[in-house]
């Protein structure tokens, strides 16, 4: 079955970076599109990030764009979230989440998240 | 553009309960429509997708809908349980942009 463990999530301080990465199983990583999906506490759902199954490309949330960074190692099916300059307003539990075959943009699987914690 | 969503709606176990998910800036109807179920302490999950489609494992009480005249989707559950109790978003996108709503608490008394 279609399994996303999240790790690498901790306390960090103000302006220093922190690499996430999401274990996939079950299904074969570079065939779908995938999310980083953030949540901050007592707060909805931002979206974070995306990179596409075709050459992997990839869109970013405005709040983010230009620090952070999503990829994917196929060999290892683990995508992963590199996030640089990092500030208290990025404090959330981050989601990795598939999107559907065809229909990118839309999310059917989610992992269990990660807490990052950025505070000085 | 923006999705818009109730803060809270409330029912009884065994009634139909709809939320509602508005977008304002472009036609509800030029991308597919999606909704989360996020129950206290837990991840989302994926109750519909593509409108009005379930995931295997997503009981048929759920169901969605558009309504393009008021430019918004629908989720209904009907037979609620408690176990519904939760917070429910909507998601949809444009072309480099995926969007939330703010999320509605359904409580289930």
């Known amino acids: 079955q279609v399994q996303l463990v999240e790790s690498g999530g901790g306390v960090v301080q103000p302006g220093r970076s922190l690499r996430l990465s999401c274990v996939a199983s079950?299904?074969?990583?570079?065939?779908?599109?995938m999310h980083w999906v953030r949540q901050a506490p007592g707060k909805g759902l931002e979206w974070v990030a995306i990179?596409?199954?075709?050459?992997?490309?990839?869109d970013y949330a405005d709040s983010v764009k230009g620090r952070f960074i999503i990829s994917r190692d196929k060999s290892k099916s683990t995508l992963y979230l590199q996030m640089n300059s990092l500030r208290a307003e990025d404090t959330a539990v981050y989601y990795c989440?598939?999107?559907?075959?065809?229909?990118?943009?839309?999310?059917?699987?989610w992992g269990q998240g990660t807490l990052v914690t950025v505070s000085s | 553009f923006l999705l818009t969503q109730p803060h809270s709606v409330s029912e009884s176990p065994g009634k139909t309960v709809t939320i509602s998910c508005t977008r304002s800036g472009g036609s509800i109807a030029t991308a597919y429509v999606q909704w989360y179920q996020q129950r206290p302490g837990s991840a989302p999950t994926t109750v519909i997708y593509e409108h009005y489609r379930r995931p295997s494992g997503v009981p048929d009480r759920f169901s969605g809908s558009l309504d393009t005249s008021s430019n918004s989707a629908s989720l209904f559950i009907s037979g609620l349980r408690t176990e519904d109790e939760a917070d429910y978003y909507c998601q949809s996108y444009d072309t480099t942009t995926v969007i939330f709503g703010g999320g509605t608490k359904l409580t289930v008394l």
């Open positions: 079950g299904f074969t990583l570079r065939s779908y599109a």
């Open positions: 989440a598939r999107g559907v075959v065809g229909a990118g943009q839309t999310i059917d699987y």
């Open positions: 990179i596409w199954e075709d050459g992997g490309s990839q």
